[in-house]
């Protein structure tokens, strides 16, 4: 009821809620990184000859000088793979654990509204959005330096329909329908604003009479 303006009783209805989730989960992660050893050259722990592909003669106690390892590689090894904190010291295999951030955050809000309108007719519309951001464990990029795989979610709805009686023995329902999903997934080593996803959208109308 609205003073002055409307009155609703008995024929107009609302209801609005909201809904938030915080959830500051964690994921156990056990990885295999290089060893400190093989970050040095040391490769006494493989098997088999290692060759210098420059002379082609076997590298004396399968040790590279550190002279002849890329600087690329020697980059990579100290920017994408943490250091190894678990296992014995060479191991070269399950030689990281990590208790990893993986939080989901979630925020939705819905409402419907009803209309009387006299003893024949009722009408209603309703609406939902979510928005949903959920952090899972870096799987394409095989490294937890280049951070979660952030995943936000877009989710909503919209509903009305129309109930007219014609006759005792005849109702007609009018119903609209509206619906959409955006799906996004991307990480900290891509560009700002990078990023795959996908939409989906859906509509209808229902007319029925029984």
Same mark, same amino acid.
């Given at each position: 009821?609205? #003073?002055?303006? /409307?009155?609703?009783?008995?024929?107009?209805?609302?209801?609005?809620?909201?809904?938030?989730?915080?959830? +500051?989960?964690?994921?156990?992660?056990?990885?295999?990184? +290089?060893?400190?050893?093989?970050?040095?050259?040391?490769?006494?722990?493989?098997?088999?000859?290692?060759? *210098? +592909?420059?002379?082609?003669? #076997?590298?004396? =106690?399968?040790?590279?000088?550190?002279?002849?390892?890329?600087?690329?590689?020697?980059?990579?090894?100290?920017?994408? !793979?943490?250091? #190894?904190?678990?296992?014995?010291?060479?191991? $070269?295999?399950?030689?990281?654990?990590?208790?990893?951030?993986?939080?989901?955050?979630? &925020?939705?809000?819905?409402?419907?509204? *009803?209309? =009387?309108?006299?003893?024949?007719?009722?009408?209603?519309?309703?609406?939902?959005?979510?928005?949903? *951001?959920?952090?899972?464990?870096?799987?394409?990029?095989?490294?937890?330096?280049?951070?979660?795989?952030?995943?936000?979610?877009? *989710?909503?709805?919209?509903?009305?329909?129309?109930?007219?009686?014609?006759?005792? &023995?005849?109702?007609?329902?009018?119903?609209?329908? !509206?619906?959409?999903?955006?799906?996004?997934?991307? &990480?900290?080593?891509?560009?700002?604003?990078?990023?795959?996803?996908?939409?989906? /959208?859906?509509?209808? $109308?229902?007319?029925?009479?029984?």
């Amino acid at each position: 009821m609205l #003073p002055h303006l /409307y009155n609703g009783r008995d024929k107009t209805f609302f209801f609005v809620s909201y809904e938030a989730l915080k959830l +500051p989960r964690q994921t156990f992660l056990n990885e295999s990184v +290089p060893s400190l050893a093989l970050r040095n050259g040391d490769l006494s722990s493989l098997s088999g000859t290692i060759l *210098d +592909p420059s002379t082609g003669q #076997p590298f004396i =106690n399968k040790q590279i000088p550190i002279g002849q390892i890329s600087p690329v590689a020697l980059a990579a090894l100290k920017y994408l !793979f943490p250091l #190894p904190n678990t296992g014995a010291p060479n191991a $070269i295999s399950n030689n990281f654990s990590t208790n990893f951030a993986t939080p989901i955050t979630s &925020n939705q809000g819905d409402f419907r509204v *009803d209309q =009387n309108f006299g003893g024949r007719q009722t009408a209603f519309v309703r609406g939902t959005y979510k928005a949903r *951001d959920v952090d899972n464990t870096p799987s394409a990029t095989g490294t937890i330096l280049a951070g979660a795989t952030h995943q936000p979610e877009i *989710d909503y709805a919209l509903v009305a329909a129309h109930n007219f009686i014609i006759s005792p &023995n005849l109702v007609n329902e009018l119903r609209l329908g !509206f619906s959409g999903q955006r799906i996004l997934a991307s &990480n900290r080593c891509r560009r700002a604003g990078a990023g795959q996803g996908h939409r989906n /959208y859906s509509f209808r $109308i229902h007319p029925q009479a029984a």
